[in-house]
């Protein structure tokens, strides 16, 4: 059972229950004997009274005397008394049970009030004598007390208290496991809502006004997030505001080169090429940072178009396909299935871009890098993958290398890495469409990169018309 509502309900549930239970049986059973001594005590008090009045009853009048008084207390006697003469006989001629033989020897033995319990019922003995000197032992029956009401009331009213009680115990556990785990449900939540890039999401509920941990935990909560906001929007507006700043100098540089280049001698236009080799890679660098910002930033209200993505794909692998050729490596689209998506061309260009060229850059010579189109498990989404033959990532740096500027160790230098916002951009780009990128190393050496997107098929993707592609580059 994972859900912690269900574990603390039951657990309230089962435990109040047993607990209800356990003060029930104790209770009867604490009456029960309590009520047991209170009742020994009344026939050791009462019992020589009453054997008394029997016997001397009996002794001064004989048997009808008693026959008498036994028929004016019947019907108000709890008990059913028994006069036993000193020869051991019961003077009425009536059978005693053996539990009363035995009550009846112990009061001869001790001469006080003897009781002995048979199940529900008892028997009492108690020795007298009279005033003329002759003894006597009256036994007395006395008739159990009726069981404790709820327990005795039938079956069916027994099982229709226990599921009321059940149901009262219930409601009061569901009002105290909502009151714990609302609070934890809300969290998470909030939580997964600012995970997936919502930094305005805040616990806005009666939770903020409760006085337990609970409480504190969602304040705290509140102060991370509002932290969290003013972090990010405070590195996003940093990097746009450098990015704006650095365009001014860039360009006054750019001018100022062409100006020099006119007026160079021939010895000095190799350091003049690398100086405008340099600027252009930085004015690269700072196109990348603001497109990255706007992402992140969420205001570049790009707009949205009904996209053929095997189409997309395509163009941008034959493109690649040109430049990879130089270096002796090829791309290849290993299976296409016809989609279409909702979003920006030039944005997912963009981003499907990245990754290519960053998987024909790694990919040893003579290799190639394997692109594909297929659709997802269920069916609601396109997902294009892209391997290269290279010497993979570090499994602790599968997600680190979608965050701005990381960059591998064996990768720092400019001649092996790029600036490290290429995959960011990537990973901000299919964000910004409702999908995702992850990057996982291939068993037989490699990475692979997937972009997922949400996608429309024109065929259902059980039963896909696969378009097969064996077209060598040129």
Not at 97 to 104: D, E, L, M, T, Y
Not at 113 to 122: E, I, K
Not at 171 to 182: D, G, K, Q, S, Y
Not at 311 to 332: G, H, K, P
Request: charged share 20%; hydrophobic share 40%; with cysteine.
């Amino acid at each position: 059972m994972r859900s912690l509502f269900l574990k603390i309900f039951l657990w309230f549930w089962l435990a109040m229950i047993l607990i209800t239970l356990t003060l029930f049986v104790s209770s009867s059973l604490s009456e029960s004997r309590s009520s047991r001594a209170r009742d020994e005590a009344m026939d050791r008090t009462m019992t020589p009274l009453v054997a008394d009045n029997f016997a001397e009853a009996f002794d001064r009048e004989g048997k009808g005397a008693l026959e008498a008084l036994l028929a004016r207390g019947q019907g108000t006697f709890p008990w059913t008394p028994y006069l036993f003469d000193e020869s051991g006989k019961e003077v009425l001629g009536r059978p005693l049970a053996p539990s009363g033989r035995q009550a009846f020897q112990l009061a001869v033995l001790n001469h006080e009030a003897q009781v002995v319990h048979l199940g529900a019922s008892r028997w009492v003995g108690q020795w007298v004598q009279t005033a003329s000197g002759t003894p006597y032992v009256l036994v007395l029956e006395v008739k159990g007390r009726p069981p404790i009401p709820f327990l005795g009331a039938p079956s069916q009213v027994q099982v229709v208290r226990f599921l009321l009680v059940s149901l009262i115990i219930g409601a009061i556990c569901l009002w105290i496991t909502r009151h714990i785990t609302n609070p934890i449900f809300e969290l998470r939540e909030a939580a997964n809502q600012l995970a997936e890039g919502n930094l305005q999401v805040r616990v806005e509920s009666a939770t903020l006004r409760r006085t337990d941990e609970l409480g504190d935990l969602t304040k705290d909560f509140n102060y991370m997030a509002d932290q969290l906001e003013t972090l990010i929007y405070s590195r996003q507006r940093l990097i746009s505001d450098i990015s704006h700043e650095l365009r001014s100098p860039l360009a006054r540089l750019s001018v100022a080169l062409g100006l020099a280049e006119r007026s160079a001698n021939s010895a000095s236009l190799p350091a003049l090429a690398r100086i405008e080799r340099e600027a252009e890679r930085l004015n690269q660098l700072i196109a990348a940072l603001l497109r990255l910002a706007r992402l992140e930033s969420g205001s570049d209200e790009f707009s949205r178009e009904n996209i053929d993505l095997q189409r997309l794909v395509q163009e941008v692998a034959d493109d690649a396909t040109f430049e990879a050729s130089a270096r002796n490596r090829t791309v290849r689209i290993v299976s296409s299935y016809p989609c279409t998506v909702l979003g920006n061309a030039d944005l997912l260009r963009s981003a499907i871009e990245n990754v290519v060229r960053n998987a024909v850059h790694y990919t040893p010579e003579g290799s190639e890098v394997e692109v594909s189109v297929d659709p997802s498990k269920d069916g609601g989404a396109a997902v294009i993958r892209v391997r290269d033959h290279g010497p993979g990532v570090p499994e602790h740096a599968l997600q680190s290398i979608f965050e701005p500027f990381y960059r591998l160790e064996n990768s720092r230098d400019r001649s092996s890495g790029g600036t490290g916002l290429g995959l960011s951009i990537t990973d901000r780009s299919i964000r910004s469409h409702g999908g995702f990128v992850q990057a996982h190393n291939a068993a037989e050496g490699g990475l692979i990169i997937e972009l997922t997107l949400p996608a429309r098929y024109a065929f259902p993707p059980l039963l896909p018309q696969r378009t097969p592609h064996t077209k060598e580059p040129v």
